[in-house]
């Protein structure tokens, strides 16, 4: 706190930091295991629809550990959390290493580590989440979201190539980083000064705990939709980026060919996250969301017509341009307007919902290649994406949701 009262620059929030630069390095281990995961499950079996399954694995054990971790991370110490969940997550990941170095990796295997990883995954962002907002002020939530954005595509610009790049060397090396990067992140959180306490105990059962942040989500209208469009949206977009990566699988382009695609999209996110702060406090957040969603439905449809790396790195760049101000803008928003004790039953709910249906993303795109052709799976993922504008086009709430100086806070 500076002299005046006011909260001092976020880089000298040390707490902040230390989450920040921890899941930066877990988010580049993940990306990168995240391209890897179709690879080796088509490598071990042939078959796309295989490798889509491999790869909603984690998605399908996020979306179960969801279900309940809201609950537990409000009633334990966060920073215990984050530290046991990125050790499991590390043990999952390096027994698939052991396992490939052996030659007994096997679909099973792959996906079963995929389902902890999944797991590990659910109870590590409502603990981050819910650390953040107790670390970082009000007034700084927008400006911190920005910087959490920009982690993200920072750790996507670096990961699929990094990934792809390993893969390229052995199979096994992508887990062995990427269990170093869930140990440096859990190492990071356990020397943080700030305690991260568990909330008040409620009382409550675990269940009606759980229930207690679905309904809020729910009951609260902006929220609600804005949670319906990135459910349906996050399906839209695990199916284009599987449905791409299967395509230039199949076309014979090399896995470190396949990781420019995501670095193509990941250096525009990352562009993007810089003038977010600019775009968030000068544009109404609704009609972002709407413009974000439909300019990558616009660019998605293309991409049937090629399968040069570069120009399908490209159409995604120009759709995630706008995508850091809106994703910051939208999760600032709802922070802003839960209250302090239902943080991370929110986020755990959210996710349920938002995630709900991308599990069934990879393997959808795994039929959909075989059933319409290059042209036709790509159509159906713009199809997706304009499906998806639905909850928010039919609420007017949403749409006239201003900038971050008109919410209102959560008691």
């Known amino acids: 706190m500076s002299a005046d009262g006011q909260p001092g620059p976020l880089h000298r929030n040390h707490a902040f930091m230390v989450l920040l630069i921890g899941q930066t390095a877990s988010s580049v281990g993940t990306s990168m ?31 179960l550990g969801r279900l309940v971790s809201g609950a537990l991370v409000d009633r334990w110490a966060k920073r215990r959390v984050i530290v046991l969940a990125n050790l499991a997550a590390a043990v999952a990941v390096a027994g698939l290493a052991v396992a490939e170095l052996l030659g007994h990796l096997v679909l099973a295997h792959l996906i079963a580590a995929g389902l902890v ?70 190492i990071g959180a356990s020397r943080l000064r700030t305690d991260l306490r568990a909330d008040t105990p ?46 230039l699988i199949r076309a014979g382009v090399t896995p470190a060919a396949i990781g420019l695609v995501d670095t193509c999209a990941a ?16 544009f ?29 790195g490209a159409l995604f760049a120009g759709g995630f341009l706008l995508l850091p101000a809106n994703n910051s803008g939208i999760s600032a928003y709802i922070s802003n307007v839960t209250p302090p004790h239902l943080q991370a039953r929110m986020n755990a709910a959210a996710g349920v919902i938002a995630l709900g249906l991308a599990p069934l993303a990879p393997p959808v795109a795994g039929v ?27 609420n007017r709430e949403v749409v006239t949701l201003g900038r971050p100086d008109t919410w209102q806070s959560a008691p």
């Open 33 to 63: 295991t995240g391209l890897v995961f179709p690879l080796i499950g088509y490598a071990l079996t042939g078959s796309t629809l295989l490798a889509g399954v491999a790869a909603t694995s984690v998605l399908v054990g996020e979306l």
């Open 117 to 186: 990883i999944g797991l590990a995954e659910a109870f590590l962002a409502p603990a981050s989440s819910a650390s953040v907002r107790q670390v970082v002020p009000r007034e700084q939530l927008p400006l911190a979201y920005t910087r959490l954005q920009a982690r993200d595509h920072l750790a996507s610009l670096i990961g699929p190539p990094l990934g792809g790049a390993l893969y390229s060397l052995a199979r096994s090396v992508p887990f062995v980083v990427d269990a170093v990067s869930y140990l440096a992140y859990g």
């Open 202 to 247: 409620t009382g409550n059962s675990l269940l009606t705990d759980a229930r207690a942040g679905l309904h809020f989500v729910w009951h609260h209208r902006v929220i609600r939709s804005v949670l319906l469009w990135g459910g349906l949206f996050n399906f839209a977009m695990a199916y284009v980026f599987t449905a791409v990566t299967l395509r």
């Open 267 to 282: 250096a525009a996110g990352l562009l993007g996250a810089l003038i977010a702060p600019a775009i968030v406090t000068r």
């Open 284 to 312: 109404r957040s609704g009609l972002l969301t709407v413009a974000t969603g439909l300019a990558l439905a616009l660019l998605v449809a293309p991409m049937g017509l090629t399968t040069n790396v570069i120009v399908t």
């Open 368 to 394: 959909l290649i075989v059933a319409l052709g290059d042209v036709g799976c790509m159509l159906a993922g713009s199809v997706f994406l304009l499906i998806s504008l639905a909850p928010l086009l039919t």
